[in-house]
C-alpha cells in the first residue's frame, strides 16, 4: 500500500468515528412527537424467597382431622366432642335366680388350636376364618396352596395338608383354627359360607368358586359314619372313610368336585377337618392301628413330616370339640 493509500485510509477512519459522536436528527415527519416508552409488564411469577407472599387461605377447620403425626398443620386443634357410651350411663341389676358361677377353664392346652364344629362359632369366629382366608388369598399365597393337593393322597397327608393351611392362616389371625363340617349329622351346607366365593389364582390361571349343592349325589349319613368307626382294621376304615370323604365333595359340587380346585372353597378346609376328626377318634378307639406306609411312599411330600409324625394330633398342635 503507498502512503497516499494510508493517508485516505486513516481519513475514513476519523470521518465514522465523528459521525459516530454527532446526536443523531430524527427522521419522524415534522409536527409529530415521540411516543413515551411502553413499560414492561411483570414476569407471571416473581417469588421473593426472603418475604414469603400471603396466600390468605387458612387451615381447614376439621374436627376429625386431629392426628398431628399423620395431618400435620391440618390437623385441628380440637378434639372431637367426646360421646360416653350409652352402657356407661345405665344400672343393672341382678336377680339371684340370674346369678351362674363362673366356669372353670377346660382341659385342653391353651398351646393347642382347637378345631370347633363349626355350628358352635360365634359371629366374630366365623368372620375372622373369613378374614384371614380373604387375607392370604390377598397375598396370593392361598393358590401355592391349592396347587400342592395335586400330590394328594389319603388321611396322613391331609393331616398335614390341613396343619399347613391352618399355619397360614394364623399369620393373619393367630386366634383362627379350622372349624369342621359335621355334614353327616347336619345335613346341610354351611350357611354362612354360601355368598363366599372367593377367587384364587392358580397355577393354571384365576379360578372363582362354583358348587352345585346336592345336585349329583347325598351326603353321608350318621350310620354310614359309625359303620366306618365298627371296622378294626386301618384299611378297611380308611376305605369306608374315602366314601364319606368323596360324597361330601361331590354333593357341593362345582369347585369340589376337582382335585385341583377343591381347596379354594372354605368348606373343604371344614370337610377335610371333620374326615381327620373322624380318623382321631377311631386312632383312639384303636390304638396301634397305622397305615403301613414305608421308605418315599411314608414321607408327606412334599413336606419332611412322615407316617409316624401324622399319628398324634396333640403332637402336632391341635385338638377336636
Not at 413499560?39 to 398431628?68: K, L
Request: charged share 20%.
Amino acid at each position: 500500500m503507498t502512503e497516499k493509500e494510508v493517508s485516505h485510509a486513516q481519513t475514513q477512519i476519523q470521518s465514522q468515528a465523528q459521525a459516530l459522536d454527532r446526536p443523531r436528527v430524527s427522521q419522524r415527519p415534522t409536527g409529530t412527537q415521540a411516543a413515551p416508552h411502553r413499560p414492561h409488564h411483570p414476569p407471571y411469577f416473581d417469588p421473593n424467597y426472603e418475604d414469603r407472599p400471603d396466600h390468605r387461605h387458612g387451615v381447614p377447620v376439621n374436627p376429625r382431622y386431629t392426628d398431628a403425626r399423620i395431618y400435620g398443620a391440618y390437623a385441628s386443634k380440637k378434639p372431637p366432642r367426646y360421646v360416653p357410651h350409652p352402657f356407661e350411663h345405665t344400672c343393672f341389676k341382678p336377680r339371684k335366680e340370674d346369678y351362674k358361677p363362673p366356669t372353670t377353664c377346660d382341659e385342653h392346652d391353651d398351646r393347642l388350636c382347637v378345631r370347633k364344629d363349626h355350628r358352635t362359632l360365634t359371629a366374630d369366629e366365623q368372620n375372622r376364618f373369613l378374614n384371614a382366608f380373604t387375607q392370604i388369598n390377598a397375598m396370593n399365597a392361598l393358590g401355592p396352596l391349592v396347587d400342592i393337593h395335586s400330590n394328594a393322597v389319603f388321611l396322613p397327608w391331609h393331616r398335614i395338608y390341613l396343619l399347613r393351611m391352618e399355619e397360614l392362616l394364623m399369620t393373619v389371625d393367630p386366634t383362627v383354627c379350622i372349624p369342621y363340617w359335621k355334614s353327616s349329622e347336619e345335613q346341610a351346607f354351611a350357611s354362612w359360607l354360601l355368598g363366599f366365593t372367593p377367587t384364587v389364582n392358580l397355577l393354571s390361571g384365576p379360578h372363582t368358586v362354583t358348587r352345585n349343592i346336592g345336585m349329583f349325589a347325598l351326603l353321608p349319613n350318621a350310620a354310614a359314619v359309625e359303620a366306618a368307626m365298627s371296622n378294626g382294621s386301618y384299611n378297611m376304615f380308611a376305605q369306608a372313610s374315602e366314601g364319606i370323604h368323596n360324597s361330601g365333595h361331590v354333593w357341593v359340587g362345582g369347585s369340589m368336585g376337582g382335585i385341583l380346585t377343591a381347596p379354594c372353597d372354605p368348606v373343604f378346609w371344614m370337610h377335610h377337618a371333620e374326615i381327620d376328626r373322624i380318623w382321631s377318634v377311631w386312632q383312639t378307639a384303636h390304638p396301634g392301628l397305622n397305615p403301613s406306609l414305608i421308605g418315599a411312599a411314608g414321607v408327606m411330600d412334599p413336606w419332611t413330616e412322615t407316617e409316624v409324625d401324622t399319628r398324634n394330633i396333640e403332637v402336632l398342635g391341635f385338638t377336636y370339640v
